[in-house]
T-cell receptor
């Protein structure tokens, strides 16, 4: 089974600052993947970044990076140089070898970027 | 490039009425397809997934059903809607099921049952 915990219902950050969104996971799978999605007010889920459990390097995609700490079972998303357009709901998700491709999502963090 | 379509975008239906939501994917073959529901202010709950035509797996027992009549078409249905069926329904696809494959989501259907 997979469980994702996002403990921050809401986060606020000033434009151009960096922000970290927390995610912890619980899985019994040896091989698993961790994902972050962004959901703006329009509702569409936008894939941001992926980290595999065997990847030694933290994943990066432009201004997004994933701070993967396997021993702590955490996969925090770091957004550098925040922009007003980053205001959205952010979801952490996981899937493992036993889940047959199914993604398990956390409850999300609402990020608000202010000028 | 691949695209995923969902319709309708919004729907208001009375309790007890039937439901049919459609999802189609373009630009790929034999995708894995998924239906999720998102209640207001909540995360996504997987409802159904399909690895091929006519192959449907259900995650949560409910009055909803899914079908995959064609390779790139996924339909979510109900014979009689309940108030609790209100929510945002998202269809997603992926190339594969193993851990490294991300899912791509459609624009969603916002369903309100009155």
């Amino acid at each position: 089974a997979q469980k994702i915990t996002q403990t921050q219902p809401g986060m606020f950050v000033q434009e151009k600052e960096a922000v970290t969104l927390d995610c912890t996971y619980d899985t019994s799978d040896q091989s698993y993947g961790l994902f972050w999605y962004k959901q703006p007010s329009s509702g569409e889920m936008i894939f941001l970044i992926y980290q595999g459990s065997y990847d030694e390097q933290n994943a990066t995609e432009g201004r997004y990076s994933l701070n993967f700490q396997k021993a702590r079972k955490s996969a925090n998303l770091v957004i550098s140089a925040s922009q007003l357009g980053d205001s959205a709901m952010y979801f952490c998700a996981s899937k493992g070898g036993s889940t047959l491709g199914r993604l398990y999502f956390g409850r999300g963090t609402q990020l608000t970027v202010w000028p | 490039s691949q695209t995923i379509h969902q319709w309708p975008a919004t729907l208001v239906q009375p309790v007890g009425s039937p439901l049919s939501l459609e999802c189609t994917v373009e630009g790929t073959s034999n995708p894995n397809l998924y239906w999720y529901r998102q209640a207001a202010g909540r995360g996504l709950q997987l409802l159904f997934y399909s690895v091929g035509i006519g192959q449907i797996s259900s995650e949560v027992p409910q009055n909803l059903s899914a079908s995959r009549p064609q390779d790139r078409q996924f339909i979510l249905s109900s014979k009689k809607l309940l108030l609790s069926d209100s929510g945002f329904y998202l269809c997603a696809w992926s190339v594969g099921a193993t851990t490294g494959y991300e899912q791509y989501f459609g624009p969603g259907t916002r369903l309100t049952v009155t």
